[in-house]
């Protein structure tokens, strides 16, 4: 960490147990869910990005390694293969359509769910499994409009979708669209100025935009009697923990503050 970062030196986080400051305080050590953070890996949908690296120096022998150039990728699988770009795009599309989702919002309140996931669907229990079976994708949203997780199955053959669930109460991972809205109410709400005066020490530049962070993150669940009040909903609304970094540089910790993305509120925890 850098002298000029001076304000904050005495708030340096020594591990997860170790109670967190009033205000956001960049930190010299590992946060959690967050080991060996690339720099130049971008923000995830699912949180934390692990990426196992070790230092080199300069007397530091690097292996050669010879790079296969990825098979041309089809627009159909067969089977249990991934799902293609293809594919990709025509379950998503038809999925957010029906009137089941006309009326849903996004995390930014705008008209339609917002996507979460899309992963190829388990085989029906009974049917057979092979090459020729058909092939479905479980197309995961989040409509913010009543806090609920719509799941669509739909089968690549037939191009419809065979199923729809929606659940309250249940908090998948956050998509990528949704770390950028919680960092930018975190900056735009007051308890957000200890993470710019944090930036602004780091850069010398003033914090504006979800873009001059790189963020990782976890849903959180309320416990009862042990957060504010104001925190009581989250698990049935989603709310989420930040861990911003700066480009090439520090973490910054803000473990401390609580960004209900569906209430649109920003709340500290209470300090030990």
Known sequence: MRRTVHRHLGKVVAGAATAVAATAVMVAVTLPGTAGADDTAARTGNGAQDAGWAGQG??????????????????????????????????????AQGKQLNSAQNVAGQRGPQRLTVDLADPVEGRAAGPEAPRRADVAFYDYRDDALVTRTVNLSTGKVEATTRQHGVQPPLARAEFDEATALLIADPLGAGLKEDFKDATGAALTSPDQLLINGAVYRATPGAQPAALDACGAHRCVRLFP???????????????????RTVVALGRD
């Open 58 to 95: 300069h007397n530091d022998v690097v292996p050669q390694t010879v790079v296969e150039q990825a098979p041309v990728e089809g627009a159909q699988g067969t089977g249990r293969d991934p799902l293609t770009d293809d594919e990709l795009k025509r379950v998503e599309k038809i999925a």
């Open 245 to 263: 970094k700066v480009k090439n540089g520090p973490w910054i910790d803000a473990r401390h503050l609580v960004i209900d993305l569906s209430a």
